[in-house]
Structures are given as structure tokens and as C-alpha cells.
């Protein structure tokens, strides 16, 4: 059971060495995350994008060229496409969202003759290291799906809860989150966590609860002190949220103001994919690749 990143990179240098395909690193942050993890033997790394941006920004930053592939896109869509069709031949490897947006990658991803896409459901999952918390922190939905009904946030938790289990958390814990954690028909995500708690109650795998406005969901005190008597209260693995708004404001918040750091990856596909924030840090893209190398080994 990994308690933070820093378990995660030892694991990861365990590992076979991966093939590691970057759409679009014109940037330091994720050039530079990509060298430490090729110098760590994680790695080897292929880059595609503007090749003459590419090759001035690696001098730049004095990351020599040699042990690195570089393919020439003419733009952002070209990269994509050319970035996935490398992914899909090799099994192992893993794509990594560079400066695009998430949308034109995944246009790519999701089309069925590239061979990434499976009978699931994509979503995307953002680990938190957060200095006051006692352990990783899992948040769903917060850059995919924008507005999940019921049925597809069932999927996006059988998507969390292979992905998490297989870290080594034994029985995770499920929150769903909404402002209060008392069902008022007014506020439908009340409504939908109570259903789907219900629907899920007796699953042996993890627990769940909800809905919790997010102070019960981490806090004991918080919980105690509004009579929430739950095993998730306080304690929880996954915080799922009923909106990308309300998971992408979270995870950011946590990380602009209470220094957490985030890792992002792609479920759902069958290459894992590191999909964080262009404005994330290098230690969060570092991270992503390290959780991206161990997740080859267990998809």
C-alpha cells in the first residue's frame, strides 16, 4: 500500500522500463519530469510535437537528445493522432497529455480504430498528496466527465475501485460528495448519492457512504460534531464528485493553497495515460509518470 509518491517512484524503479510517448512537451515542467524519470530508468522516452520547439527547449533546459525519440507534428491535432497510434503499438507504453487540451487528445483516444478504448467507461482519477491529510487522497471525476448521470458515476467507481484496490488499499473508502450530507430534493446530488449509496451498500469490496459535504467526508472532528456516524466519515480513500466543476475546483484548490500535490492518470483505456493540468507542477508530472509506470503492471 503506497502512503505517498515518494513509495511510488521506489516501485516504479522496480519495474520494467516503459515507453513513455509525451503529445505535445513543449514545456519545462513536463521536459524536465520526463528526463529525471528517463535518468531513473522508469523510461525511455518519445516525444512528439513541434520538433525545431522541442530541440531548442531541451538545449535550453541542457537535456542531451541522446536515448530520446522525437517525431514532428505540424500542430496539436497531428500530435495527438500521432502520439496514439504509437501508444496502440506498443502494450506497455504510456501517453502523456503535454500542452493541449484534454479534449483533442482524447477525441484521439476514444476513436475505436486506434485500439485504446475498452468496454469501460474513461475517467479520470487525480491522487492528492496533501501534507494535513494521513493518506493519499483519490478525486473522481475532475477533468472528463463533465456532468455524469447515475449509472455512469457507478462506472467511474468500478473504474476507481480496480484502480485503487490494486495499490494495495484493502476495502476502500468511497465518499460522495455534495454541499450537505442530508438528502433535500433541492439539491439533487443529495439525492443521486443516497441512491447510489444504497444501490452499492453491500458490495464486498469497499465501503461507501454519502451523501457528506466534503468536511465529513476528511474530517473526524467535522463528522463527530454534526453526529455522522459512519465508517467513511472522517477516513475516506475517493472523494467522488457530482460534477467536474466541484472536482476540478477541489483538487486545484488543494494544490494552490494547501500544497498538496496532484498525479493524474486516465482509466477506462488500455494504456494508462497521465493527464494532468498544464499548469501542474514538475513533481506532479513526475509523479503521474512514476503512478503511470506502475499501473502498467497492474491493468
Not at 176 to 193: G, H, Q, R, W, Y
Not at 248 to 270: D, R
Not at 274 to 293: E, P, Q, W
Amino acid at each position: 500500500m503506497f502512503r505517498n509518491f515518494t513509495q511510488v517512484v521506489d516501485d516504479a524503479r522496480k519495474l520494467e522500463t516503459k515507453d513513455l510517448i509525451v503529445v505535445c512537451p513543449e514545456d519545462r515542467a513536463i521536459l524536465i519530469a520526463t528526463n529525471d524519470a528517463f535518468q531513473m530508468g522508469l523510461i525511455r522516452p518519445v516525444l512528439v510535437g513541434d520538433k525545431s520547439k522541442i530541440l531548442d527547449l531541451l538545449m535550453e533546459l541542457g537535456i542531451r537528445k541522446i536515448g530520446y525519440e522525437i517525431y514532428n507534428a505540424v500542430d496539436k491535432k497531428d500530435a495527438a493522432l500521432l502520439g496514439v497510434k504509437l501508444v496502440s503499438k506498443q502494450e506497455n507504453s504510456i501517453l502523456v497529455k503535454g500542452m493541449l487540451q484534454t479534449s483533442i487528445l482524447l477525441d484521439e483516444v476514444s476513436d475505436k480504430k486506434h485500439g485504446l478504448t475498452t468496454n469501460k467507461l474513461l475517467s479520470h482519477i487525480v491522487v492528492l498528496d496533501i501534507p494535513n491529510y494521513h493518506k493519499l487522497l483519490f478525486v473522481t471525476d475532475s477533468a472528463i466527465n463533465v456532468l455524469p448521470t447515475e449509472e455512469e458515476k457507478i462506472e467511474i467507481i468500478n473504474n476507481t475501485y480496480s484502480f485503487v484496490s490494486s495499490l494495495g488499499i484493502y476495502k476502500p473508502k468511497f465518499a460522495l460528495i455534495s454541499a450537505i450530507e442530508v438528502v433535500d430534493e433541492d439539491i439533487p446530488s443529495t439525492v443521486e448519492a443516497a441512491s447510489i449509496t444504497n444501490r452499492l451498500k453491500d458490495n464486498d469490496g469497499y465501503y461507501i457512504g454519502g451523501p457528506f459535504s466534503i468536511d465529513v467526508a476528511i474530517n473526524y472532528e467535522s463528522a463527530k460534531t454534526k453526529g455522522i456516524n459512519h465508517v467513511v466519515a472522517g477516513d475516506a480513500d475517493v472523494l467522488v464528485f457530482p460534477n467536474i466543476e466541484s472536482g476540478n475546483t477541489f483538487y486545484k484548490s488543494t494544490t494552490f493553497l494547501a500544497n498538496s500535490i496532484p498525479a493524474g492518470l486516465v482509466l477506462g483505456a488500455s494504456n494508462p495515460i497521465v493527464l494532468t493540468s498544464r499548469s501542474d507542477s514538475y513533481k506532479s508530472k513526475l509523479y503521474s509518470i512514476a503512478l503511470a509506470v506502475v499501473s502498467t503492471d497492474l491493468l
